[in-house]
């Protein structure tokens, strides 16, 4: 079972970076493919970015391609989120998740709390 908790969240002007982590105490971190996805004010669960158990395959929505990178790393329990070149559309609460690699989130059993990431213009 995945125990995620996400960290890295902040405040940062456009164009700056950010990087979020999510960590796992469970013990089947590897068995999962990860994603990460947001939620702005009144709106719906966003899918961000995925990556396979293996961490050979990512998947990016249209919207942060070129600018985000996911990666993990299966011996600390560990994903990621480099987030560069941010725009003030990219603010939300940021959810790490684990599950099958799909961009729905109903493909995913596990949540993290979420991290607020803002960015201002």
């Known amino acids: 079972q995945a125990q995620l908790v996400e960290s890295g969240g902040g405040l940062v002007q456009a164009g700056g970076s950010l990087r979020l982590s999510c960590a796992d105490s469970g013990r089947t971190f590897s068995s999962y493919a990860m994603a990460w996805f947001r939620q702005g004010p009144g709106e719906e669960r966003e899918f961000v970015a995925s990556?396979?158990?293996?961490?050979?395959?990512?998947i990016y929505a249209d919207s942060v391609k070129g600018r985000f990178t996911i990666s993990r790393d299966n011996a600390k329990n560990t994903v990621a989120l480099q987030m560069n070149s941010l725009k003030p559309e990219d603010t939300a609460v940021y959810y790490c998740?684990?599950?099958?690699?799909?961009?729905?989130?109903?493909?995913?059993?596990?949540w993290g709390q979420g991290t607020q990431v803002t960015v201002s213009s």
């Open positions: 998740a684990a599950g099958v690699q799909v961009s729905h989130p109903r493909g995913y059993t596990y």
């Open positions: 990556i396979s158990w293996t961490g050979g395959s990512t």
